[in-house]
């Protein structure tokens, strides 16, 4: 894997195209119609209605905070990077931090190679921060000429931890994060650093891209392509109102800042979203610059890649928990890193309050709608099939063109409908997340790209997914089948075409989940090729 070349770097500064909001808006509000005609026709249906009131919500939300016109522009970018001289005519020092924990060895060389081809005139410092202390990550790192630091309490507070220790050894001025698959062009920090001349700059954040090739597995090219949308289009509108969010790697930090609150968050996931908090409430901002300057590789199994996505609903969801007046039996105390948050998201304009709502509500509507998307199918086809019609079904359409025809063209990943499936998956991991958040269950966080361990949580999520998706595909067809044989395909023809859509997208799904679950395939986690590193 390689870097973002030169025709890549600027493709998020393209045509912003904010009207695709409103396409998704209109395709929902179809649906919407069509689902509130099928929940009002008998009482039992009503829980419909109350996920529905929730997908209401958490679209309103994302529209009113999606639709700002980004604050970076090309020409803005340009002149910014290109006329910046260094305060005093010094190049400030920097700090670049590159955790480990048990990735492969082929992962980190890539990686070391792209950082060690850095470009920066001032002091530049790299540290390999090894929390598994493995000694041939010692000699690769002492080959790039890297500092090699393990910290004398491994594995307290995670990443976090790592992180925290690492810059109470460095000093520089700004510190780069980048995690252990992701490569750097050598211009990155020419293209980021003008940014922090204004003293409330706290943190820059760079785009989170990754590799999405034809040769990848379904899993890793669809993980790939669905981060796209919030990195093109989410977040410059929320960057707009202030509202943008750190997603750790590929930043640039500003030390003074970070110790000002008392260093990276001290917390065992999410350290970045907090951090980010932490410094808003001090009252630093955090920028976000569209510019692509970075590639990661997104987990090539199901679980690493639930893993990954489970960690990210519970880091959002602390939100929640820190949020005044929503205090549970199952959060009867908030720890120190919980308040400060609270304090953090009691303050601000009211349309950053609502980004980070929407925020929030998105994991709560994708973990809801993940079982909405087949239940009142399966209702009809099994209750009601005298009442189905094909013209029930039209409003689907609109949103089925949308992901097949509408983002592959705009995307600049490979974008295919098969995107829904991975996006299926992730809704199981936050349907589980948000369960045990509110019994009270956390999981303990496990490095996406660690090789030969064992994954509970993975386990967990797939039990979850292949019950749904086998028992809705059985239902689904055995219903069908019947009610063809019963009323005619002319009645039944465009539940037939949106049941083929279905089990294009589910059935892969299925055959992953079962997998994990066999006991062949329960040690097996997130690991890449070398040819795909090398690619």
């Given at each position: 894997m390689s870097a973002p070349d030169d025709d890549e770097v600027y493709e998020y500064l393209g045509p912003q195209m904010r009207w695709i909001q409103l396409v998704l808006t209109a395709a929902f509000v179809l649906v919407a119609v069509s689902l509130v005609a099928f929940a009002t026709t008998h009482p039992w249906l009503t829980p419909v209605l109350v996920i529905l009131v929730a997908n209401v919500i958490g679209n309103t939300f994302s529209l009113l905070t999606g639709m700002n016109k980004r604050r970076v522009t090309w020409s803005s970018h340009q002149e910014r990077v290109t006329s910046w001289n260094p305060p005093d005519g010094r190049y400030p020092s920097v700090d670049v931090f590159l955790p480990t924990c048990g990735e492969s060895l082929e992962i980190l060389r890539n990686t070391y190679e792209h950082v060690v081809a850095m470009n920066w005139p001032g002091k530049l410092f790299v540290y390999v921060l090894d929390d598994a202390a493995r000694e041939e990550v010692h000699d690769l790192a002492a080959s790039f000429g890297f500092d090699y630091a393990v910290r004398p309490d491994r594995g307290h507070l995670r990443k976090a931890g790592n992180l925290r220790h690492?810059?109470?050894?460095?000093?520089?001025?700004?510190?780069?994060?980048?995690?252990?698959?992701?490569?750097?062009?050598?211009?990155?920090l020419g293209h980021l650093v003008p940014y922090l001349d204004d003293p409330q700059v706290a943190i820059v954040q760079s785009p989170q891209c990754f590799a999405?090739?034809?040769?990848?597995?379904?899993?890793?090219?669809?993980?790939?392509?669905?981060?796209?949308?919030?990195?093109?289009?989410?977040?410059?509108?929320?960057?707009?109102?202030?509202?943008?969010?750190?997603?750790?790697?590929?930043?640039?930090?500003?030390?003074s800042a970070i110790d000002r609150v008392g260093g990276f968050a001290a917390i065992e996931h999410s350290e970045d979203l907090h951090t980010g908090r932490h410094l808003q409430q001090a009252g630093y901002t955090i920028r976000y610059v569209p510019v692509v300057l970075s590639r990661g590789l997104c987990p090539?199994?199901?679980?690493?890649?639930?893993?990954?996505?489970?960690?990210?609903?519970?880091?959002?969801?602390?939100?929640?928990?820190?949020?005044?007046?929503?205090?549970?039996?199952?959060?009867?105390?908030?720890?120190?890193?919980?308040?400060?948050?609270?304090?953090?998201?009691?303050?601000?304009?009211?349309r950053q309050r609502i980004a980070r709502w929407a925020g929030v509500l998105y994991y709560i509507t994708t973990a809801m709608n993940v079982f909405l998307l087949f239940l009142p199918g399966v209702i009809m086809a099994v209750f009601y099939p005298e009442d189905v019609r094909p013209a029930q079904l039209v409003p689907f359409l609109l949103g089925l063109w949308v992901y097949v025809v509408l983002?592959?063209?705009?995307?600049?990943?490979?974008?295919?409908?098969?995107?829904?499936?991975?996006?299926?998956?992730?809704?199981?991991?936050?349907?589980?997340?948000?369960?045990?958040?509110?019994v009270g269950r956390e999981i303990g966080w496990v490095p996406t790209g660690v090789i030969g361990q064992s994954n509970s949580l993975a386990r967990s999520i797939s039990w979850l997914g292949a019950t749904v998706l086998g028992a809705s595909l059985v239902a689904f067809w055995v219903s069908i089948v019947w009610d063809v044989m019963e009323y005619g395909l002319a009645q039944f023809w465009m539940m037939v075409g949106l049941m083929l859509a279905y089990t294009y997208l589910a059935l892969p799904l299925f055959v992953e989940f079962v997998k994990i679950l066999l006991p062949r395939r329960c040690s097996r986690v997130a690991e890449v090729e070398p040819e795909e590193i090398a690619a």
């Open positions: 690492a810059s109470r050894i460095s000093h520089g001025e700004f510190i780069v994060i980048f995690d252990a698959d992701f490569c750097p062009r050598p211009d990155f999405t090739t034809e040769s990848m597995n379904w899993i890793q090219r669809t993980a790939g392509a669905t981060q796209e949308f919030f990195y093109r289009w989410v977040l410059p509108s929320r960057d707009r109102i202030g509202a943008a969010n750190c997603v750790g790697t590929s930043a640039i930090y500003r030390r090539s199994d199901l679980a690493g890649f639930l893993n990954q996505q489970y960690r990210w609903c519970q880091g959002t969801l602390t939100r929640v928990r820190a949020l005044p007046g929503l205090q549970t039996p199952h959060f009867p105390s908030l720890p120190e890193e919980a308040r400060s948050l609270r304090r953090a998201v009691s303050k601000g304009t009211f983002f592959p063209l705009v995307s600049r990943t490979r974008w295919r409908f098969e995107v829904l499936r991975i996006q299926m998956a992730y809704s199981y991991a936050h349907a589980v997340a948000i369960w045990h958040k509110i």
